[in-house]
């Protein structure tokens, strides 16, 4: 590389912001809340989850404050990692992000997008070829590698490309989303929908379907089996909540990081958090929690939502059968815009960890935009194999687990340096330390223990994951001896 080459500050808060609110929001609030709904049968309780939802990601986003405005630098949590335990543990979270949570993330996010834009072109559903029983490669599979590649072209263009495309994209879900809940609360207040599934909201029930026999299995939940149900479907939540960390990858292009990123974060996570509860109390004034399967759209109810699709059921009410195609738009804007953002973001980091000499070295180069071209290009050949592999549905359970075990690491790492480094500069402090950080670690950790009881193979799976960075990270060690 170049030593006129450099990374260049050139994205201000609201940009920073953006890159915050449009990461998180992709295609999950217009799904997970019919899991949920199944998982806990109760109004009041999924808008407590939702809530607890927003607390922790809010709790960390203002912890990772104080990280980010010690180390302003490119690769983010990546780099905090390794300052508080060293190289080999942010080798473990940046190997895991490369083969799982960004690009699972991306493939998962591009396929949603095909699948929504097949909507409007029914021939992307057609299989081009089938592999057994198991595999069939679609043409939305093509569609969803072809927008991975044109985002990452865009991106290798240089930052400011990639910042038009996630302003204009995120302005439009935003207002977008914000129709939606204005609509849906109008409509839905004029009913007695909403008046309806708030009758004994505390009563909880677990409804599991059985796909082979179109019976429906209904059980009480009471007691700790409510925290359990609680903490298990929050996967769903935070899911749709996770990515708001990516706005630390690229703290080498923001302007005044050491304030921005702070600012960017609470703002960004603020939004969507508001969002994302309101957007809950509009499915609940439109449509009824419980349902039937293969019923009518208002039978169906949240619980069965024609294919999980909730968001598309309240835009039908509000719409009429439009709303099936105005919905599908406001995914695809949706999705492409969160792709666009967590496209621009990862390949920072992986530039961070090739100046480190633990990712491939072409990585750590910039090109004539002063843009990691390789990087992405790392990225998005990775991403789009998983979009060919089919699995990334499993890989997002992985990767959404292993993903908080290390937002608790990085979270306890501000521990670590108070004590470590006391006299080190911290422009900002951690919000309401130190109890809200130990706050979010405590419910975090539990929320974890707790997938670990009721998903274990997934999660167990998610640990492979990361141990197999071990053999990876000698590897590149001794390579660099």
């Known amino acids: 590389m170049s030593e006129k080459h450099h990374l260049q500050r050139s994205l201000g808060l609201i940009d920073a912001t953006s890159i915050v609110a449009g990461s998180m929001i992709g295609s999950g609030i217009f799904v997970v809340t019919t899991f949920m709904a199944r998982d806990l049968g109760s109004a009041a309780w999924i808008l407590v989850t ?25 690769g983010g949590q990546y780099v905090y990692i390794q300052r508080a335990y060293g190289k080999l543990v942010s080798f473990l979270y940046g190997w895991t992000v490369f083969t799982v949570i960004q690009t699972g993330v991306i493939a998962a996010v591009a396929v949603t997008f095909a699948n929504y834009t097949a909507v409007f072109f029914p021939f992307l559903e057609n299989k081009i070829f ?20 044109l985002l990452t072209y865009i991106n290798t263009k240089g930052v400011k490309n990639g910042k038009v495309i996630q302003l204009v994209f995120t302005s439009a879900k935003l207002i977008a989303l914000f129709a939606l809940i204005i609509f849906g609360l ?51 939540s935070l899911f749709s ?49 419980n349902g039937i399967p293969n019923g009518t759209i208002v039978e169906n ?22 709303g099936v195609f105005v919905m599908a738009g406001l995914i ?4 492409f815009g969160c792709n666009s953002g967590l496209i621009l973001s990862g390949g920072r980091l992986f530039y961070a960890m090739a100046k480190d000499s ?88 539990a929320i974890c223990v707790t997938l670990l009881i009721y998903d274990t193979t997934n999660t167990g799976l ?9 053999p990876v990270y000698y590897l590149f060690m001794h390579k660099k001896e």
Not at 249 to 260: C, L, M, Y
Not at 359 to 382: M, R, S, T, Y
Not at 462 to 470: E, K, N, Q, S, W
């Open 332 to 335: 695809m804007v949706s999705t």
């Open 186 to 236: 109008y409509i839905g207040f004029h009913t007695d929908t909403f008046s309806n599934n708030f009758n004994n909201m505390w009563d909880a029930h677990k409804t599991v379907l059985d796909e082979a026999t179109q019976t429906v299995t209904v059980t009480k939940l009471t007691g700790i089996a409510i925290v359990g149900a609680v903490g298990a479907t929050i996967i769903n």
């Open 462 to 470: 998610g640990l492979v994951i990361v141990a197999l960075g071990v």
């Open 358 to 445: 633990l990712f491939f070295k072409k990585a750590g180069e910039l090109n004539n935009h002063d843009v990691p071209e390789k990087a992405l290009w790392f990225q998005c050949i990775w991403a789009c194999l998983l979009c060919i592999s089919g699995k990334y549905g499993d890989l997002l359970t992985y990767a959404t687990f292993a993903s908080l075990l290390f937002y608790i690491l990085t979270i306890y790492g501000i521990f670590i340096l108070r004590k470590k480094e006391p006299d080190a500069e911290r422009p900002y402090k951690a919000f309401g330390y130190p109890i809200i950080p130990a706050l979010y670690i405590v419910v975090t950790a």
């Open 241 to 289: 909540s996770d990515a708001w960390n990516n706005v630390t990858f690229i703290a080498g292009e923001i302007k005044d990081p050491k304030k921005n990123i702070p600012r960017s974060l609470f703002l960004g996570t603020l939004i969507v958090t508001i969002i994302y509860i309101l957007a809950n109390i509009a499915y609940l004034a439109l449509l009824p929690l």
């Open 130 to 149: 089938t592999v057994g029983d198991g595999f069939a490669f679609r043409n939305s599979q093509v569609l969803a590698m072809f927008s991975i590649v």
């Open 50 to 74: 939702w809530l607890i939802t927003g607390l922790l990601t809010m709790s960390a986003a203002l912890s990772y404050g104080e990280l980010a405005g010690m180390m302003p630098k490119a």
């Open 301 to 322: 109810g949240i619980m069965f939502a024609s294919q999980n699709r909730v968001g598309a059921a309240a835009a039908n009410i509000i719409m009429g059968n439009i």
